[in-house]
T-cell receptor, first 114, second 112 residues
Framework: NAGVTQTPKFQVLKTGQSMTLQCAQDMNHNSMYWYRQDPGMGLRLIYYSASEGTTDKGEVPNGYNVSRLNKREFSLRLESAAPSQTSVYFC?????????????FGEGSWLTVV | AQTVTQSQPEMSVQEAETVTLSCTYDTSESDYYLFWYKQPPSRQMILVIRQEAYKQQNATENRFSVNFQKAAKSFSLKISDSQLGDAAMYFCAYEGAQKLVFGQGTRLTINP
């Protein structure tokens, strides 16, 4: 997971609180993603950013906002946290190389909303 | 929209035997990448194998190989000589022009 850093790793929130998950990559990647993974489930795409200055909704965007501050950073914000947003959140980035794409993942952020 | 489907929520195999995990996808793009990722209980995402859609030859990585059928939009993973350390969740993933999408996952159990 070298190259993609997520913070915080663990967070407990009360219903209605807000918070921002930070993601940064130092590999000069264009594309960045935010996923959530509920217990026993796959990764569901929340938002993605194909390039600096652009963001698009994924499969489950409701309750979230994102910001692609620059090419390096892509943050995910929960404006009013709900228990249904308890999950593990993953940030990922990709690059197109001569030998094909490579996906890099952060280590995950465990979020509990009580 | 691109979708990825893994129809086997759980699979089990005897140690040292061979198992195949299924994955199908839907896309209108002609140029894309397909991946298999392994996720142990630590939740770390570990790349198992990667396939470029423009390559007809199936990718292989040691005991792991894929059967890529582009026309059928099928991308299965074969694990040969299964080992206890192979036990994990396995995710199939599709990356197209702009989006990276994952399947629901298959939990693989290795029986000693």
């Amino acid at each position: 997971n070298a190259g993609v850093t997520q913070t915080p790793k663990f967070q407990v929130l009360k219903t209605g609180q807000s918070m921002t998950l930070q993601c940064a990559q130092d590999m000069n990647h264009n594309s960045m993603y935010w996923y959530r993974q509920d217990p026993g489930m796959g990764l569901r795409l929340i938002y993605y950013s194909a390039s600096e200055g652009t963001t698009d909704k994924g499969e489950v965007p409701n309750g979230y906002n994102v910001s692609r501050l620059n090419k390096r950073e892509f943050s995910l914000r929960l404006e009013s946290a709900a228990p249904s947003q308890t999950s593990v959140y993953f940030c990922a980035s990709t690059r197109m190389g001569s030998s094909g794409n490579t996906i890099y993942f952060g280590e995950g952020s465990w979020l509990t909303v009580v | 929209a691109q979708t990825v489907t893994q129809s086997q929520p759980e699979m089990s195999v005897q140690e040292a035997e061979t198992v195949t995990l299924s994955c199908t996808y839907d896309t209108s793009e002609s140029d894309y990448y397909l991946f298999w990722y392994k996720q142990p209980p630590s939740r770390q995402m570990i790349l198992v194998i990667r396939q470029e859609a423009y390559k007809q030859q199936n990718a292989t990585e040691n005991r792991f190989s894929v059967n890529f059928q582009k026309a059928a939009k099928s991308f299965s993973l074969k694990i040969s000589d299964s080992q206890l350390g192979d036990a994990a969740m396995y995710f199939c993933a599709y990356e197209g022009a702009q989006k990276l999408v994952f399947g629901q996952g298959t939990r693989l159990t290795i029986n000693p």
